[in-house]
């Protein structure tokens, strides 16, 4: 009978999602089936993050619709649940405090509860202890309101938590004692797993290694929290760190990694790297130190835990000390100590000044060196007069505690033998002899039964993962072969789309120069095909040239998405300039705007996908050298014949005669909206300039002010690309073109000190320039 009812139960447990699926078949009320989306999403949310994220939003929009508040609260929690997983700190917050608000507006107490102690959560993870302190309190007084004392219990330990994150230790421990006195109340093991890992914490910082590692092995034996048993295998290496035995030690980091990866943990991952990293450096292997902490690093700043990144920017820092990268060293711990003062950090900061007092002493700095080492001095003081403090009064409770205990029990064994009856001591040893034979049989059995049906489930898994396993591998060998041929494909594809893209653009035009002189282009492609792109038509009367037009635009995005934008500019040009006789600079602009909107059916409504292009457009008549200007976010550059000093060969402007340069720059800049639909659709201005012979323009999209590179790693930005172009301008102007693609290769050959490679492109790169020169009219 036993064994039929675990069956049943398992059985129940099995069939819960079919059950939830048959259920959503059925149902009618519209309310219900958002409840059910809602349970679903918790269903899928360790086996199959994907399907919890779609049944959260299929319940999120449809509770939204039916303004059915308590649905729209439970989403929200669950969407807050689903981005903690995924370490999007700021949107679970967001969902978080939405469910908050939500759940206020039907006052359910213990969702109101759980939602401000999610919050709670949240701030502890980005270390604000201060804001995550008021959320579990406030979170505490609503639980107290219930009779869930589980939940009390966890919000307790919680706050002693935080509270020993600030370095309060007394209130910590007095709030996590209240919880060991709730969980073993309940006979709660997961939590009494969580507090014994607390009181090991305090055992280690009391210098106590025998007493953290019994803790911490323990609260190992009862926990089946992965996160939990993560932290206790963490604290039992810091253990056998602390005993000098560092292949121990790495062993028990390398399990809490694996763990969290299995778990998908980054912040976990993040800990356990920081771990091996330091451990590595106790066993001599400095290499596999650097890697274990670089990697650790840049988790911590993806998740933007400020306190795990404080930590491990201040083992780096001692693992580059212990290296002898003095300097490399006293950079990281000055980070690290930048964030514990801002986040109050003082175990961090206590350990940071004997650190950084040392890497002053390693670069020969002494009077800072002694500094550094004078305020270790005083923080470690303070920190151990506060441990010790704690220590006696913990101690002290924890005896108090064992007498009392002694006493009550020697009290009641005193009050039983007074009420005893005079019952036969025969009869009780054949009662205690019948009940112990009997639960002896129901445990065999039990037992037995037990044994027989794991070795029958675990051949079946066998069998059946066999199988899995053989298929699984014809499936990838057979995906493998279609990625392998897709991929062919498309870099066919995108070589042919790349040559039509060639053929449309006027990349390789020269009538440009033979109508008004001589010009540079620098079109480089972030990738194969561009988003960026270059045009340029004539307009002839009678035969006669007698209008010049030139574009340079910025398409939505590179690559194919960008090609194909600016396939269509390119298209909608020739069709307005060309077939509509359209030549006033603004109206161009405006007539691309309304093809662009029309032909992308954009409403302007929230959430539509913002496509469209920034251009600069000049048209010049080649007889009058009048100049028509329009922009849609991009200027134009002018520099005046009178302006360019020509020098002979081998000579060089100076400094003053560069500044005069590029002061008389002159800049016309485009209005402040794209050619699409925007919030402001007013009409593109119409800017006139009356040029002459020698006069110079310049074009450009933002992907040569955006580049990242340079010995900083920083954008080369507008003010330089303009002082570059004043400086060059004394060069005839195709040569002025190549020095400005020698300086921008220049640019990108820095080595980006995160990865030692040279800057990869940013975006795709235009820049024209043309000089109008007498004597070239095509006639």
């Known amino acids: 009978m036993i064994i039929s009812l675990l069956a049943i139960i398992q059985n129940v447990f099995s ?23 809602n349970k679903l999403s918790k269903e899928y949310k360790s086996l199959n993050p994907d399907s919890s994220l779609f049944y959260i939003k299929k319940a999120y929009n449809l509770s939204v619709k039916l303004k059915y508040v308590k649905g729209e609260a439970d989403a929200s929690y669950n969407y807050g649940t689903f981005y903690k997983r995924n370490s999007n700190i700021d949107s679970s917050l967001f969902w978080f405090e939405n469910a908050f608000v939500k759940q206020s507006a039907y006052k359910d107490t213990i969702e109101i509860s759980r939602a401000l102690s999610a919050i709670g959560s949240i701030y502890s993870e980005k270390s604000d202890y201060t804001n ?26 919680n706050i002693g938590n935080a509270y020993y994150s600030v370095k309060n230790y007394k209130i910590a421990l007095e709030n996590v004692t209240k919880a060991i006195d709730i969980f073993t109340e309940i006979d709660y093991k997961s939590g009494l797993a969580s507090c014994l890992n607390f009181i090991g914490i305090l055992y280690a910082d009391w210098g106590n290694n025998d007493l953290a590692l019994k803790s911490f092995t323990d609260a190992l034996k009862i926990e089946e929290n992965k996160v939990t048993q993560i932290d206790l295998y963490n604290n039992i290496g810091n ?146 007069k506060e441990l010790n403090d704690l220590s006696i009064k913990y101690e002290t409770e924890k005896q108090d505690k064992e007498i009392q205990l002694l006493n009550k029990q020697k009290q009641l064994g005193e009050e039983q033998l007074k009420t005893k009856t005079a019952e036969s001591k025969t009869q009780r040893i054949i009662i205690f002899a019948a009940f112990f034979f009997i639960l002896i049989f129901i445990i065999s059995i039990i037992l037995i039964a037990r044994q027989y049906r794991q070795k029958r489930k675990a051949n079946e898994l066998l069998a059946s993962q066999n199988k899995q396993i053989v298929q699984q591998n014809e499936e990838i060998t057979l995906q493998r072969d279609k990625l392998t041929e897709q991929k062919i494909e498309i870099e066919a594809s995108i070589n ?50 007698t209008l010049l037009i030139v574009a340079v635009a ?85 520099i005046r014949n009178s302006n360019l000093k020509v020098l002979e060969q081998g000579n060089k402007l100076s400094e003053i005669q560069n500044l005069k340069v590029f002061d008389n720059i002159e800049e016309i800049k485009g209005d402040k909206m794209p050619v699409s639909i925007y919030e402001k659709m007013n009409d593109f201005t119409n800017h006139i300039v009356n040029l002459k012979t020698g006069d110079r323009i310049y074009m450009f999209s933002d992907g040569f002010a955006d580049q990242f590179g340079g ?53 795709d790169i235009t820049v024209f320039g043309l000089e109008l020169m007498n004597g070239k009219y095509i006639t």
């Open 15 to 37: 069939t819960k999602k079919d059950s939830l699926f048959f259920a959503l078949k059925s149902e009618k009320n519209q309310n219900n089936i958002v409840d059910i989306y």
């Open 132 to 157: 995550a302190i008021k959320y579990f309190k406030k979170s505490l007084s609503f639980r107290k309101l219930t009779n869930d004392k589980k939940g009390i219990g966890i919000i307790l330990f």
């Open 239 to 384: 253990v056998y760190v602390n005993l000098q035995n560092f292949d121990t030690a790495f062993s028990k980091y390398s399990k809490a990694y694996l763990l969290s990866k299995e778990d998908e943990n980054l912040s976990k991952q993040a800990e356990s790297l920081k771990n091996l990293g330091l451990v590595s450096i106790d066993m001599g292997n400095n290499v596999q130190s650097n890697q274990y902490l670089k990697n650790a690093l840049l988790i911590s700043e993806k998740i933007q835990s400020k306190e795990l990144e404080a930590s491990i920017l201040s083992s780096f820092g001692y693992s580059l000390l212990f290296q002898q990268q003095c300097k490399n060293s006293l950079s990281y711990l000055l980070k690290s100590q930048e964030i514990a003062n801002e986040y109050n950090l003082q175990d961090l900061t206590s350990k940071n000044y004997i650190f950084i007092s040392e890497a002053y002493t390693c670069i020969g700095e002494g009077a800072k060196a002694k500094e550094y080492y004078k305020k270790h001095d005083e923080a470690q003081n303070q920190n151990n």
């Open 496 to 545: 042919y789309a790349l040559r039509i893209q060639r053929a449309v653009l006027p990349i390789e035009n020269d009538s440009a120069e033979h109508m008004l002189g001589e010009y540079f282009l620098i079109f480089k492609p972030k990738y194969i095909v561009a988003g960026d792109f270059f045009w340029t038509t004539q307009i002839t009367t009678m035969g006669h040239a």
């Open 554 to 638: 910025d398409c939505t995005g590179h690559g194919v998405p960008g090609a194909f934008m600016s396939m269509l500019g390119v298209s909608f040009l020739n069709e307005i300039v060309r077939k509509s006789d359209v030549t006033q600079a603004n109206q161009v602009l405006n007539h691309l705007r309304l093809y662009i909107i029309d032909t992308l059916k954009q409403k302007g409504i929230s959430g539509e996908q913002k496509d469209g292009m920034d251009m600069s457009l000049c048209v010049i008549n080649v007889k009058t050298l009048e100049l028509q200007f329009a922009g849609a976010n991009n200027p134009l550059y002018i």
């Open 711 to 763: 010995v900083k790693g920083k954008k080369f930005m507008y003010k330089p690309f303009k002082r570059l172009i004043a400086e060059t301008s004394n060069l005839p102007i195709k040569e002025q073109g190549n020095h400005l693609e020698k300086v921008l290769s220049e640019w990108t050959e820095h080595k980006d000190i995160n990865t030692g490679t040279s800057y990869e492109q940013t975006d």
